[in-house]
């Protein structure tokens, strides 16, 4: 779930019970105002209306009882009580009408309107026999059962009044409680949208902090996050993670082209003093050489030792220079023409012309070369150079005699010849060191034959890997494009 979804839901969550809260304190509150519409608006103007209809009932029955029941009443108090007998009931038949007006409005609500509609129905039939009947004893009968239903009436309202009352005291106290309750679920919910946004958002801080180190060159940052979560945060924190580890890589390698920058410029100034050293060597010893052979003609038949050592010496410079000829193939600048060579037929001529070597030195050699021709873009004599070099170098490592084993194949646009040696082997620390320049195990050794090499077989486009196990053997492995 993204980031913008959880803080969302949450909002939400809080807005559903805050509207939930609201909605129930507004269903609580308005039942209580409706109970509090029926006490105010029935109960009490009915109670009113019924202690009227006491009061003016009483004052009825006792008119008639004065100025109509008595046996020796005059003509004035006749004329009086059917005065009485026309206007009061009247009078009293109105107010039961209005009773029924408001009870009829509040049919429905409950609460006991029904029952005291009935009451107030029989209220009114007693009533209406009451102000028809002409006996004495009949109208005190049916007066005390009006007196008794007008009592029940009103003790019933004065209840149901009292009762509603109490009703709504009590919701009012539930709603207090439940407000206090729903407004602590609507603050706790808050809180922890709070907290969860704030988890959620930890991270940026600390990332905003380190982008502002890594622009002022610190690289060395990272931020901590957790390997489950997969929200905007997490993935963001993640990714700048891998581009930090990509800029490091980066940075790493471009300290390493430097550092290998800084060697090919040092190795470029030794080769080009070396080349010049050689080639001033190169003329005195040419004319030592004519010297000699001079010295060898004029001498004749005569001194056979001074000509055996003057040839001695001539072989020497003749050594000498195949020497410089060798550092000046190797220092010399690679053409501008690109050649191709076939590298399998360079190869055998080196093996044919090391075989007696190998031979002499216990030296076993394994061929499995591909039957498909590999072309190297580079002068036959330089990478005659690369092949040479490993050669030697697997001859030294195998002081007591050995195997190398050559293979070449051609894979995925990409031709691969293999030297693998079961010689001394080497240490992680030296592996690396292979092939940089002036570094060597050897005590005659000058630690540029594999420099030379590499640079050749990355002049031809191609590269090389040296791997190696001490006591297992040392595998260079060189690598063309088809």
């Not at 009451?130 to 009103?154: D, I, P, V």
């Not at 009703?167 to 949208?193: K, M, P």
């Not at 010297?291 to 410079?317: Q, Y």
């Amino acid at each position: 779930m993204s980031i913008r979804s959880k803080v969302i839901g949450c909002y939400l969550a809080v807005l559903l019970v805050f509207a939930g809260a609201a909605v129930y304190n507004y269903t609580r509150l308005s039942r209580s105002n409706e109970r509090l519409v029926l006490v105010n608006q029935l109960f009490i103007p009915l109670s009113r209306l019924t202690v009227e209809l006491q009061a003016k009932t009483y004052t009825l029955a006792d008119d008639l009882r004065r100025f109509y029941f008595p046996a020796g009443r005059t003509s004035e108090q006749s004329t009086f009580s059917r005065v009485a007998r026309d206007l009061y009931p009247y009078i009293i038949l109105r107010k039961f009408s209005l009773g029924e007006q408001l009870l009829t409005k509040y049919q429905k609500s409950g609460h006991g309107v029904e029952e005291l509609s009935a009451l107030f129905q029989e209220a009114k039939t007693d009533f209406e026999k009451l102000s028809q009947t002409t006996e004495g004893k009949e109208f005190k009968k049916l007066y005390l059962n009006l007196r008794a239903r007008l009592k029940a009436l009103s003790e019933r309202l004065d209840r149901e009044a009292a009762n509603v009352t109490l009703a709504v005291q009590v919701e009012g106290r539930d709603n207090l409680i439940w407000n206090l309750v729903l407004s602590t679920l609507v603050v706790v919910f808050g809180i922890f949208t709070l907290i969860f946004s704030l988890k959620i958002l930890q991270p940026l801080p600390a990332l905003i902090g380190s982008i502002k180190k890594i622009a002022n060159g610190d690289l060395s940052q990272s931020l901590k996050v957790k390997a489950a979560p997969k929200d905007e945060v997490s993935m963001l924190a993640r990714e700048y993670n891998r581009m930090l580890n990509d800029l490091l890589e980066g940075d790493k390698k471009i300290q390493l082209q430097q550092k290998e920058l800084l060697q090919a410029e040092r190795l470029a100034a030794v080769g080009q003093l070396s080349a010049e050293v050689v080639h001033e060597i190169r003329n005195p010893l040419n004319s030592i050489s004519l010297n000699i052979d001079w010295l060898e003609s004029e001498m004749g038949h005569s001194g056979e030792e001074i000509k055996s050592t003057l040839r001695s010496v001539s072989r020497e410079i003749e050594r000498l220079n195949q020497i410089t000829e060798s550092y000046l193939v190797r220092a010399r600048v690679p053409s501008s023409r690109e050649d191709s060579v076939e590298a399998h037929e360079v190869l055998e001529e080196v093996l044919n012309f090391s075989k007696e070597e190998n031979k002499a030195k216990n030296i076993q050699v394994v061929t499995d070369l591909t039957s498909s021709g590999i072309y190297v873009k580079t002068s036959r004599s330089r990478l005659k150079q690369v092949f040479l070099n490993v050669l030697k170098n697997a001859r030294e490592a195998m002081p007591l005699g050995g195997t190398l084993t050559i293979r070449s194949r051609v894979e995925n646009n990409t031709s691969t010849i293999e030297f693998k040696d079961t010689g001394f082997g080497m240490n992680e620390s030296t592996r690396r060191n292979t092939f940089s320049p002036f570094f060597t195990t050897k005590r005659d050794g000058t630690g540029l034959g594999l420099v030379l090499t590499k640079n050749i077989v990355e002049e031809a486009h191609g590269s090389v890997r040296c791997d190696s196990q001490l006591g297992k053997g040392t595998t260079f492995e060189f690598q063309f494009p088809v």
